[in-house]
């Protein structure tokens, strides 16, 4: 148990580190939230209601988390490829969830930058005034809100192992996210058939929870059914990564040439 921690711990440090100071991933987790927030913000302001932008200046925060995840969640794979080091990967010792779980936990984390970045952003330059009734509560439902976004990208990141084109199915599920996930409208102005898909995302009953706790009310319901379908999410992405690392061994498709 200790030597799988461990192992979590360095995989995962080792990897923040390698996305910390990269000038790509750099640029990318610095401009793309706060081009997104901007544009989101404006739409806002053309009605001139407070509520509305402290509405809206939650949601952008949080959405950069999402942004954070999407397209390298599907990539994963697909870079380890192109280095030349997914048969590296797949053959060591370690389960091949446990490699996979702490790169999408450090891009999660990185994304959290997006979230003070775009507080400080809709203070400053769209005067938002963000009042939280309970920190400590803030504070849980934000950490949640970024582990159920890295297991959702765990997930994710499994499921496109045999796809060529993965970073498309990234960017096809990072916008429509941002209005499934209840960042920047109410889930009730969704059509009907499209709101169950809400409701199996765990980062839409985070984004409740994270707006609860900072009006007052209680965030533990919305929490709790976050932490079930995160939990689930890890237990799916789990299986599957054994199965198909498998499939794509018998096959002789992990290389996908």
């Given at each position: 148990?200790?030597?799988?921690?461990?192992q979590?711990?360095?995989?995962?440090?080792?990897?923040?580190?390698?996305?910390?100071?990269?000038?790509?991933?750099?640029?990318?987790?610095?401009?793309?939230?706060?081009?997104?927030?901007?544009?989101?913000?404006?739409?806002?302001?053309v009605?001139?209601?407070?509520?509305?932008?402290?509405?809206?200046?939650?949601?952008?925060?949080?959405?950069?988390?999402?942004?954070?995840?999407?397209?390298?969640?599907?990539?994963?794979?697909?870079?380890?490829?192109?280095?030349?080091?997914?048969?590296?990967?797949?053959?060591?010792?370690?389960?091949?969830?446990?490699?996979?779980?702490?790169?999408?936990?450090?891009?999660?984390?990185?994304?959290?930058?997006?979230?003070?970045a775009?507080?400080?952003?809709?203070?400053?330059?769209?005067?938002?005034?963000?009042?939280?009734?309970?920190?400590?509560?803030?504070?849980?439902?934000?950490?949640?809100?970024c582990?159920?976004?890295?297991?959702?990208?765990?997930?994710?990141?499994?499921?496109?192992?045999?796809?060529?084109?993965?970073?498309?199915?990234?960017?096809?599920?990072?916008?429509?996210?941002?209005?499934?996930?209840?960042?920047?409208?109410?889930?009730?102005?969704?059509?009907?058939?499209?709101?169950?898909?809400?409701?199996?995302?765990?980062?839409?009953?985070?984004?409740?929870?994270?707006r609860e706790?900072?009006?007052?009310?209680?965030?533990?319901?919305?929490?709790?059914?976050?932490?079930?379908?995160?939990?689930?999410?890890?237990?799916?992405?789990?299986?599957?990564?054994?199965?198909?690392?498998?499939?794509?061994?018998?096959?002789?498709?992990?290389?996908?040439?």
């Open positions: 148990m200790t030597a799988r921690l461990r979590l711990w360095i995989c995962y440090w080792l990897q923040f580190k390698v996305m910390a100071i990269s000038p790509f991933e750099g640029f990318l987790s610095i401009s793309f939230p706060l081009m997104f927030a901007t544009s989101a913000l404006l739409v806002y302001r009605e001139n209601d407070p509520t509305a932008m402290v509405y809206a200046g939650l949601g952008a925060a949080v959405m950069g988390i999402w942004t954070a995840m999407m397209v390298p969640a599907c990539t994963l794979l697909s870079r380890e490829r192109w280095a030349g080091t997914l048969e590296l990967v797949v053959a060591a010792p370690t389960p091949f969830s446990m490699v996979l779980l702490p790169s999408t936990l450090a891009s999660a984390t990185l994304g959290l930058y997006s979230v003070v775009t507080m400080l952003w809709g203070w400053l330059v769209f005067g938002i005034e963000l009042t939280i009734a309970s920190w400590p509560l803030f504070v849980l439902s934000l950490m949640m809100a582990v159920t976004i890295a297991m959702l990208g765990f997930l994710l990141s499994v499921t496109a192992i045999r796809y060529r084109t993965s970073w498309a199915l990234g960017a096809a599920l990072e916008y429509p996210g941002w209005l499934l996930c209840g960042f920047l409208i109410p889930l009730g102005l969704l059509p009907g058939v499209l709101q169950p898909l809400s409701w199996v995302l765990a980062p839409t009953w985070a984004m409740a929870a994270i706790s900072a009006a007052g009310g209680s965030p533990w319901g919305d929490l709790a059914v976050c932490l079930a379908l995160g939990t689930a999410y890890a237990a799916l992405a789990a299986y599957l990564s054994t199965r198909l690392v498998d499939s794509a061994r018998k096959h002789a498709t992990l290389a996908l040439t």
